[in-house]
């Protein structure tokens, strides 16, 4: 199929829901779910929710907040309380699955409560070959995936998006600020708001694709390849040591590898990922 013929099947997938309530973050996989659905099947039958805890940025929910107004749906803001979980809080291999758990679950509940019985997520079909512990909270709760099942890719999703004018078209993904935090550190509020803290420096100061991991006293900054020379310029390098140390960093370096998606995935064996 080509990807006209795989929206088409998108749109006959949502309509034979009815009405659906969409786990939303406001990144480019979710919104364009949400703004299909509401385009298949009007708004009123569409519910955005977004789980709102420590682990999600201002930056991220004031971006679900403008999506979900741009697709013309409602957007509920449901708190999470995966921090009172030992399991989430010990950062293992399989966080994720713990957090997917709590968030979903706290979904099903609400959305239940509103009359939407069936809930969807923007899993793509590119998701299937990334180490997502998440996805087994997907599984076990029961929780559609369209978007894989039409076998829709991140660029197509992309392409999609840029043809519905939606902003999130170019945007790089931003996943949960947990992510951030090596496996075997806990997951501390303090840490997470570490990381906020110096992830909105960067952005500040013109990044656009960035991560700053959290390896206990050390913060280590993962830009592109082609803006290191710009992160060692004199400026921008006392800049960051001087602001991110003031965050409570002992240490602050420059990965020389450059940004990439899932970097602390490199620390778990593959028996790890396997369990």
């Known amino acids: ?66 999506m979900a107004a741009l697709a013309g749906a ?16 010990a950062n293992k291999a399989d966080r994720c699955f713990h957090c997917k758990t709590h ?6 509940e609400y959305a239940a409560g509103r009359g939407f019985a069936r809930i969807l997520c923007g899993s793509n079909f590119d998701d299937r070959s990334d180490y997502r512990p998440g996805h087994r909270a997907v599984e076990a709760l029961e929780i559609a995936t369209p978007l894989m099942d039409v076998e829709l890719s991140k660029a ?40 906020e803290a110096a992830e909105e420096l960067l952005r500040s100061m013109g990044f656009v694709q960035f991560r700053v991991r959290h390896h206990g006293t050390l913060a280590r900054i993962e830009v592109p390849q082609t803006e290191i020379a710009k992160t060692l310029s004199e400026d921008v390098r006392a800049t960051l040591v001087a602001s991110l140390k003031s965050l409570g960093f002992v240490y602050v370096t420059l ?8 970097a602390m995935n490199d620390m778990l064996s593959p028996e790890e990922k396997s369990r």
């Open 1 to 66: 199929m080509d990807t006209h013929e795989k929206y088409q099947k998108l749109q006959h997938i949502l309509q034979s829901y009815g009405k659906a309530a969409i786990a939303f973050s406001g990144g480019v996989d979710s919104t364009f779910l949400l703004k299909a659905a509401c385009e298949t099947l009007e708004p009123q039958n569409v519910l955005a929710c977004i789980g709102v805890s420590a682990s999600l940025s201002q930056y991220q929910l004031k971006l679900a907040r403008e």
């Open 74 to 89: 409602e957007l509920a803001e449901l708190p999470l309380d995966e921090m009172n979980d030992p399991n989430y809080q």
């Open 103 to 108: 968030q979903f679950r706290t979904i099903k």
């Open 156 to 195: 197509e999703i992309r392409t999609l998006s840029r043809r519905m004018g939606l902003p999130t078209a170019d945007m790089p993904a931003s996943p949960c600020l947990a992510s951030r935090v090596a496996y075997g550190e806990s997951i501390t509020e303090d840490k997470l708001r570490q990381v």
């Open 255 to 262: 990965d020389l590898e450059g940004f990439r998606s899932g």
